[in-house]
Structure formats: C-alpha cells, structure tokens
RNA sequence: GGCCCGUUCGUAUAGGGGUUAGUACGCCAGGUUUUCAUCCUGGUAACAGGGGUUCGAAUCCCCUACGGGCUACCA
C-alpha cells in the first residue's frame, strides 16, 4: 500500500454545496470536457474518472466544461445524461455547468463572446490569418495535393499562399472582403519546418516536425471557435493546470503546444491516456459498437431523441457503480500491487499517472461480471431481498420480506447482478409451469412417479416442517426402501423446481411449506406421468 | 498515403539487465455436494520477429512486422 500522505476530501453525493464550499488543498486543477453530441461512452467515463482520481489525490479541483462549439452535432438531452452518468458512477464536480463555480460559465456555447479576441489577438500577431476559400475551393485543393502526391496534402505552409486569404491577398483586398460580409475563417499560422517537442507524462517526448501540420482553423466561419481554439483559451482562462484526455488527441498536441506558445502562456502539463478498444475485432471503442457486442458502451440507458434507438447502459443492466468503476480504473492503469478490490476512495488513494499504461485496453466481459459478483457478495440480505420484492411485485407476486431474505440467503451465491435473483429464485413463489426436458428424460422414468408419491405420503407425516427434519427423515426412507439417493432427490428437485439445479433441496422444501411442496409433487406426478 | 502512438498467457496486467516470467478473470481437471452454484486444490497458457549492446536481455538500442489513433469550418 501506498504511505505517502494522501489528502482526500471529501464530495458528499448528495452535498455538492459542502464540497463547494471547500478550499481545495492545492492548485491543481483539472478538466473533464466532453462534447454534448450525444451519451457518453465508457471510455469518456474512465477519462473523467482518471481526472478525478488525480484531483482528489493531489487535492485539487475537478472542473466539468462542455465543449459545445459544434452547433451541428449537438443532441439534446446529453448534457444531462453526461452529468447524470458522472453521478452515477460517483465521480463528483467542483466546478461544472449545473453548479457554477468562480471561472464560469461552463459551457462553451456560453463562453462564445469571449473567443473572437482571442482568434483576432493571433491575426494581430501575424501568427494566424483570415480565410476566405469555399469549401469546393478546399475540396479541389486536396484532390490536387493528392494527385501530386505531395508530402503534406492539407492547408499548410507550403501552399496557403495559392489561397485566398489575408496572406496572400493584399490588405485592401483582405478588408474589403471582410466589409462586405464574405464568410471566412481564422487559420493557424503553422511554422514550415520546425520540429515541436513537447511533453507527455504518459508516453515521455513526442516531437514532430511542424512540415508535416497544418494551418488548423481556429475560427469557424459560422461565429463559434473550433475545439482546438476553444480548449486553449478555457484551459488558460480555468486555470487549468494537467490535461488528461484519450489518446485520440495526441496527434493534435503539438498544434496545442504552439497556440500556447502563441499566446504567451504557459501549457499546462498534459498526459494521454491508452484508448479503450473493441472486445472483438480491433479499433477504438466507439458508440456504434453498442449491443452488436452484447454488453453495454454506455454507463446509463440512452434513447437517441432522433431515432428513438435505446442503447443498454451499466445501470440499467444491474452493474453496481463501485463495480463499474472498479473494473474501468484497472483498464489501463494499475498499482503496482496485487490488489484488485478498490473503493472509490482508495482508487483516488492509490492513483498516480505514472502507474497508468501505454497500450491500449481491451474491454473484457467478463471480468466486469466478475466484479459485480464481487460487490454483489458484500450486500447483506435485507438489500437484495428489497430488490428480489421489486421484480415480484412487477410480476405481480408480493411476499412478505422475512420469506424474501431467506429465499435470498438461499440464491444469493447464484446471482451476478441483483436483478438475476428474480430469475433465480422465481419458483420460491410460483409453482414450475414446465419441466426441463433434459432433465425429465434423465431423472423421470417408470417407477419415479410411484416413489414420489410414496415420498409425498412420507413427507405428509413429518413435523416440524424444518429443513434438517426433512432432510433426515427422507434420507432415512431412501436408505431404507433401497432406493438411490441421486435419483430420488434429483426427482422431487424436478417436481418442486422444474429443473436440476439450485439450492439444498431440504431448504426449498422448507420455504415451500408442506402444503405447496405437496401439491407440486401431485401436480408433477399427473404431468409427467 | 502521411504523421504519431503502441506490442508480456484468450483478456487485464506485474516485471525496468540474472525470476521456475507473478497475479486476477476465463478455461480445464480433481475434491466437497442429491443437482447447480459457492468453496478448496491443481493445471493449461505469454515476452511479435530479426539484428545489435552485454558475461547475461521480457527488460537498453535499431530495423521489420502487426495493431491502433489522427489526417473536417467534429470534438
């Protein structure tokens, strides 16, 4: 176990005012920024919860900034679901769009007023430009890039003056464009050749030589900044100090570093975290990938407000959230140590950038049930029991709780999520309206029928009604009338049960009751003849 | 195509020059049990390939292969 002094505050669930109210212990400061475009996916979970982790350990803030610059994508609905799913999950905001916080607003559509400063600030310096090229214009520009097989095929350096722009358009020109309402865009003055290095506390140097980038845009033509724009200035104007972000943004780092440099600030520390893949195939774990896999993508259930197509999430298949999150939090990040049984608190306990992996993470099924079963395994009775008198009750079957927690004593060793002890424990509470075939055929044959009604006359005449009772007495009479000992057993198991499996058959006798345990072996013996 | 990142059992990983290459999940076998599950015991199974460096490389360097990411007026 770790030993250095760890500083835990605390972010009570229901008690986002008290957290608030809490100076944090350092000047870390960290961002969780996603893009309301639609649910957010477990990789997108495990991000902020990487943050998260890394706030709480060293103390800092955890800031939440949605990043809605894309007015096209935008879907209603996920901002909410984003928020809720953090929740769930029990990862917890200082600073955040529904909360508030002294660097706000939060949103960047909010925020849209304060970008165009800062795309003309660079113009000024000459380290950025207006654009006026039509998309066709864009359009032929590549295909001719490609056809002549050239070393960089974007908007870059090497041919930004065959466009029309402010550098290659005279000042008139430019201003007179710009009066008379031209759409346009503001464009990144990339360097020619300069080699960029820059920093990642995950993967160490990355250089990469500014010939092979492009002239991004910063400044959309539609009045909103890009996202490459939009980050650098809010992470600035936030304060935020460690950018922890997926993979999938790496390639956009060096363009970051340089706008940073451009502006005369400084970058703050930035660490991107190994992809989550596909289970099957290869590739990132995408949104698409949803039930074609058979688990969940996605922490909450989500319907899509275009289509209407519900896609499962976590919640909604009975996983525990500290299940969830412990299994996420060792998908591409360990200890060091052997353990694997993390609380929240210890995960933020234990965490460190430095423990967190290269390579990318294959998701893994079961694993993830393996935890939940875990956690599962730490609920006491009474709690599973109220889950177990839910499904009854949505099948229209009520029960008294003290039935309820034994049942659920009986079955609990079974069930991998809370809502398999319905299926689990089903015939406690409704008699068997078929027989497993299989079964049948195996344990049901000529003389079975007469030996249960022996049987039944046997158990007619036993009292108490108690498991140990029956078991005794039972055991007797099979001994005693040289019948074998599997076969009877697994016989009355099938009248009482339908099927082969599930608990000590004495126990589901005594839950049955003598009058229930009877009736279903009269009504096995008239059905299976 | 270009640029960048990565590569230890099926999966997640430990390991940072000398290890019988460890652990968890899964899987297989045995034990316990009337059955299933649980539980216990044991087992299967990995350093992508090739060159170096070194007395010695899973560990350091290079190349190759493979995988992935990015390559929008999306994030």
Redesign the pocket.
């Known amino acids: 176990m770790l030993n250095a002094p760890v500083s835990l505050p605390l972010h009570p669930p229901s008690g986002r005012t008290e957290s608030m109210m809490k100076e944090p212990l350092s000047n870390i400061r960290v961002r969780f920024?996603?893009?309301p475009?639609g649910p957010l996916h477990i990789g997108g979970v495990r991000t902020a919860l990487y943050n998260y982790f890394f706030a709480r350990r060293q103390g800092g803030s955890m800031i939440l900034r949605i990043?809605?610059?894309?007015q096209?994508?935008f879907v209603p609905g996920a901002e909410a679901y984003i928020i809720e799913s953090l929740r769930w999950a029990g990862i917890h905001f200082d600073e955040g769009p529904d909360m508030g916080g002294p660097f706000g607003p939060y949103r960047q559509s909010d925020r849209k007023d304060l970008y165009p400063r800062y795309a003309e600030e660079l113009v000024k310096k000459d380290l950025a430009y207006y654009?006026?090229?039509?998309?066709e214009e864009?359009d032929t520009l590549?295909k001719r890039l490609e056809a002549e097989?050239a070393?960089?095929?974007?908007?870059c350096a090497a041919v930004r003056l065959d466009m029309r722009n402010s550098l290659s358009l005279s000042t008139e020109e430019t201003r007179a464009l710009l009066e008379e309402g031209v759409?346009?865009?503001i464009r990144f003055k990339m360097p020619a050749r300069e080699d960029i290095s820059v920093d990642d506390e995950i993967?160490?140097?990355?250089?990469?030589?500014s010939a092979?980038?492009?002239d991004?845009?910063l400044f959309?033509?539609?009045g909103?900044?890009?996202?490459?724009l939009?980050?650098i200035v809010d992470d600035h104007l936030m304060e935020v100090t460690h950018v922890i972000r997926g993979?999938?943004?790496?390639?956009?780092l060096p363009l970051h570093y340089m706008l940073y440099q451009a502006f005369g600030w400084e970058p703050p520390v930035f660490a991107?975290l190994?992809?989550l893949?596909k289970?099957d195939?290869?590739?990132?774990l995408?949104k698409r990938d949803g039930d074609r896999l058979g688990f969940p993508v996605f922490p909450l259930q989500w319907t899509d407000p275009f289509s209407g197509e519900v896609s499962s999430g976590y919640r909604e298949s009975g996983y525990y959230p500290e299940a969830f999150i412990n299994f996420l939090a060792?998908?591409?990040?360990?200890p060091?140590t052997?353990q694997?049984i993390f609380s929240m608190d210890e995960l933020c306990g234990a965490f460190s950038l430095e423990?967190v992996?290269?390579?990318?993470?294959?998701?893994?099924l079961?694993?993830a049930?393996?935890f939940n079963?875990h956690y599962l395994r730490l609920r006491p009775d009474d709690e599973l029991a109220g889950v177990l008198m839910q499904g009854l009750k949505g099948r229209g079957i009520t029960t008294n709780p003290e039935v309820a927690v034994k049942v659920v004593s009986l079955i609990r060793?079974?069930a991998v999520f809370a809502t398999d002890l319905l299926e689990q424990g089903l015939y406690f509470f409704e008699a068997p309206s078929d027989y497993d075939e299989k079964v049948v055929a195996k344990r049901w044959n000529e003389g079975t029928a007469g030996q249960m009604k022996a049987l039944a006359g046997l158990l007619d005449g036993i009292a108490p009604w108690q498991s140990p009772v029956l078991e005794g007495a039972v055991?007797e009479w099979i001994s005693a009338e040289g019948h074998n000992?599997?076969a009877v057993?697994?016989a009355?198991?099938l009248c009482l049960v339908g099927t082969?499996?599930?608990?000590?058959?004495?126990?589901i006798l005594d839950v049955l009751g003598k009058e229930e345990s009877l009736a279903r072996i009269a009504r096995a013996v008239e059905r299976l003849k």
């Open positions: 920024a996603p893009s475009t990043e809605d610059t894309d096209q994508r654009a006026f090229d039509t998309p864009l590549r097989k070393p960089n095929t974007s908007y759409p346009y865009v993967r160490g140097t990355v250089t990469v030589n092979t980038l492009d991004k845009v959309k033509s539609d909103m900044p890009t996202y490459h939009a980050n993979e999938e943004w790496l390639p956009s991107h190994p992809l893949l289970p195939g290869q590739g990132k995408s060792l998908l591409g990040w360990n060091g052997e694997e423990r992996g290269r390579s990318g993470a294959r998701f893994d079961d694993k049930r393996s079963q060793e079974r055991k000992m599997g057993l697994n009355l198991r082969s499996a599930g608990p000590h058959l004495f126990d």
